[in-house]
């Protein structure tokens, strides 16, 4: 059924994606039964088949990219409600994936951390694009029920090209600001997440030497983790 459906698209390149794909029994079968078909295959994956679960708290973001295909507005989940679909979730070896919007402008999140940490969730990610984290002690105040994962959205490192792509003007340095305390963490892990378009591919190999020199500073300092 999926094999007819990607055909009547008429398209060549197909790319696989989730949640985990990886998670799904069927996702290695798929893979090869498209491969066969002649398509050229992309898979979507953190690296392998640990369960994820992705909690939208708010629907309000700092930034307006114009790839963003959240439906951004003042609404949100009442806390209770997101209560309850944590009492759903499977916490064991599960990373819990804490998504908007942007939650750093939500202020009930370090309440949601709380009760996710009370139900036994281990492993924990904030997606973020780091302008609210430049205040070092939000970053203190969100680690201090533990160790974080931090997927950071930084679309370019160049001022002009950073405020079209995210609809914004003048965040770049507190973005920045953001992810230099995160990387002065001990503990918590970071993912930088680069949206590739025509305003910033010609200056990918700067952007990647750049975040290289910002890595390399805190490596220095004893910071190794990325």
Known sequence: QVLDTVRQLGVALV????????????????????????????????????????????????????????????????LHELERVLDRLRPSDAVLTISGGEPT??????????????????????????????????VHELTRLGPLRFFVSLHSHVADVYDRLTGTRGQ????????RNLLALDESRLTLNCIITRLN????????????RLRTTFIADGVTRW
């Open 172 to 179: 770049l340095p507190a973005a920045l600001a953001g992810l």
């Open 105 to 138: 402008t939500d202020r009930r999140l370090t309440e949601i951390l709380a009760a996710a940490r009370a139900r036994g969730f281990r492993e924990i990610e904030l997606q973020t694009n780091a302008v609210l984290l430049a205040d070092p002690p939000i």
């Open 15 to 78: 790319e696989v994606t989730g949640g985990e794909p990886l998670a799904q029994k069927g996702c290695p079968a798929l893979l090869t039964a498209l491969c066969d078909a002649g398509f050229e295959v992309l898979l979507e994956t953190g690296g392998g088949a640990t369960p994820q679960y992705l909690l939208r708290t708010t629907f309000a973001c700092n930034q307006r990219c114009p790839f963003c295909f959240v439906a951004l507005g003042r609404k949100r989940p009442e």
């Open 201 to 212: 591919h010609a200056a990918l190999a700067d952007y990647v030497d750049f975040v290289d």
